[in-house]
């Protein structure tokens, strides 16, 4: 045994298994993560339970299981509930989504297992996704087409009624594409025509044909807004042509208009198919469609677009700076006091709290350096800042000197690890030091860059902290990315995976409903980031094959 220990086996078997368990609770996070995210989209039966409580008053309740757990009778008692019979230690509740917030208030109600008198699936219930006002659970009676009602009954009621929803849902699509591309790209350019009125006040050079000029633009272009502005009103009063009649839980009639109507689901005679069918839908409108109702409901489409070009925006700014900055610490600067304290302070950067920098890029970037721009080239929109407000580029500069310090600590071992023949032997060839730099050393070195990326990029694209004063905000109306000049709009703010998951978590009126939105953000968010790395790997993998002979 002593001799076993002097071997030191032991301790490559307690690293080995420190490793293990490690990998173990990464992936069964992961796991866990995955679960309670994806879980979400699957279609879950609709009940319909008939209640009678203790005081023997009656209902009827109508709406998914979400959640159920067992309490301790003796708190239930304590909390002022009365029970006719003792029901044991433990009572079962459930947490139920009944929806129809306009007529009971909220999304979610607790029930007793001793309160049930009945629960059933029928059949002919259906489930509304709503565009506001959250879901709508109830038994469809008739469809009102232009006013005049269907007589129609069973199958064919759920067939028409899902016709009319996708015809509503097409046109409303129609008009909201109106309303983004056409109609938004109008009052930009009244906007743009607005500031270069402004601009020539400034210059003193607005003259009397100038200002003709700009008024004619602005009066065409006032002229086409009215006529699409009329096409819009007639898709929206076309899409609102339609309505349904449905009978809920109060067992009173209500009629809901189909442009407010996204989908319809029939869950509890839904096939197994039907079911995965309708998983990956509502997965696919979860990653492609904007948030809704306070990002408690639709998509996160901005905020993985906000993401993914952000980080890729920061590595495109961090990556030549410290590879240039790791090149001049390796390769010229001279040995001394000062190169050590240089490299003790890039070694201490990469420790500052993030919120730091955050506070760093508002005072600089935002506000000095973005003011200036205002001033120096957009003194027409002033006051109104263009530059000096938080953006999408403050955020992407912020990050890259948060990260700075990963990239240039990664170049510098990658150098290092070259060996000094070759640069030896590069020179005696005749090749200059620049040459031997950009031929032989930096493609030698390029793997090693690729791993300060990817840290860089796994670290940028989990930060919230300093993007929260620097661009990232609750809701963006636009991308920064669309089709009015000059393309790409690195002023504008932008969506974030992480804040959302904040937001969402901790600011949402809806905390039951938000719960499994944070989930399912965050599984989101670590698969953007996998992805990532993944391809920075891979890229990585390829240099080093493609550079390896250089080595020998």
Do not use: C
């Not at 929806?99 to 059949?123: K, Q």
């Not at 009624?161 to 350019?189: F, P």
């Not at 209500?254 to 096939?271: E, G, P, Q």
């Amino acid at each position: 045994m002593g001799k076993w220990f002097k071997s030191g086996s032991p301790w490559i078997w307690m690293t080995g298994g420190a490793v293990s368990i490690s990998l173990i609770a990464v992936l069964g996070l992961l796991l866990l993560i995955a679960w309670r995210g994806l879980s979400y989209f699957w279609p879950a039966d609709v009940y319909q339970w008939e209640l009678q409580d203790q005081q023997g008053n009656k209902s009827t309740l109508i709406g998914e299981i979400y959640d159920r757990e067992e309490v301790p009778t003796e708190r239930l008692i304590s909390a002022g509930h009365k029970f006719n019979q003792h029901p044991g230690e433990f009572v079962t509740r459930y947490l139920v989504k009944t929806g129809n917030r306009e007529f009971v208030g909220l999304d979610f109600r607790w029930i007793l297992a001793t309160d049930i008198v009945s629960r059933s699936t029928p059949e002919d219930v259906a489930k509304f996704e709503r565009t506001k006002n959250g879901n709508f659970y109830g038994f469809p009676i008739a469809v009102i087409e232009d006013g005049q009602r269907l007589a129609l009954e069973g199958g064919a009621l759920e067939t028409s009624l899902i016709d009319h929803i996708n015809r509503a849902v097409e046109i409303s699509n129609e008009a909201l594409a109106l309303q983004k591309s056409d109609i938004g790209s109008i009052n930009y350019e009244i906007e743009r025509l607005r500031l270069k009125e402004r601009k020539y006040e400034l210059e003193n050079s607005l003259t009397a044909e100038r200002k003709a000029e700009i008024a004619a633009g602005i009066a065409k272009l006032n002229q086409d807004y009215l006529v699409l502005e009329k096409s819009l009103f007639a898709l929206r009063d076309k899409a609102a042509r339609d309505s349904v009649i449905i009978r809920d839980m109060r067992g009173e009639e209500v009629t809901l208009k189909l442009d407010t109507i996204l989908d319809v689901n029939y869950v509890n005679h839904m096939s197994f198919i039907g079911k995965i069918g309708h998983w990956f839908t509502g997965l696919g409108r979860f990653v492609s469609h904007d948030p809704r109702e306070a990002n408690t409901e639709g998509g996160v489409f901005p905020a993985i677009f906000g993401t993914v070009f952000m980080v890729m925006l920061m590595a495109v700014i961090v990556t030549p700076f410290g590879v240039v900055a790791a090149i001049y610490l390796h390769e010229y600067a001279k040995k001394g006091p000062i190169t050590k304290m240089i490299r003790i302070a890039v070694i201490n950067l990469a420790g500052v709290p993030s919120i730091v920098y955050g506070v760093f890029g508002l005072g600089f970037f935002v506000y000095m350096l973005g003011g200036s721009l205002d001033q120096l080239f957009y003194p027409e929109a002033l006051p109104a800042p263009t530059f000096g407000s938080p953006g999408v580029i403050w955020s992407a500069l912020t990050l890259a000197i948060l990260t700075l310090p990963v990239v240039i600590v990664s170049t510098e071992e990658g150098l290092s690890r070259i060996p000094s023949a070759v640069r030896q032997g590069s020179l005696a060839l005749g090749a200059t030091k620049a040459e031997t730099l950009w031929r032989i050393v930096i493609p030698m070195a390029s793997p090693a860059i690729m791993t300060g990326l990817i840290l860089a990029v796994a670290r940028a694209a989990g930060e919230v902290a300093p993007l929260m004063l620097v661009g990232v905000v609750k809701l963006a109306p636009t991308l920064p990315i669309d089709m009015n000049f000059p393309f790409v709009h690195l002023e504008r703010k932008f969506m974030h995976l992480g804040f959302h998951i904040y937001d969402v978590g901790f600011q949402s009126p809806n905390v039951e409903a938000a719960r499994p939105l944070v989930y399912a953000t965050s599984f989101l968010l670590v698969s953007v980031i996998v992805a990532l790395n993944l391809t920075a790997i891979s890229v990585r993998n390829h240099l080093r094959e493609k550079f390896r002979s250089l080595e020998h």
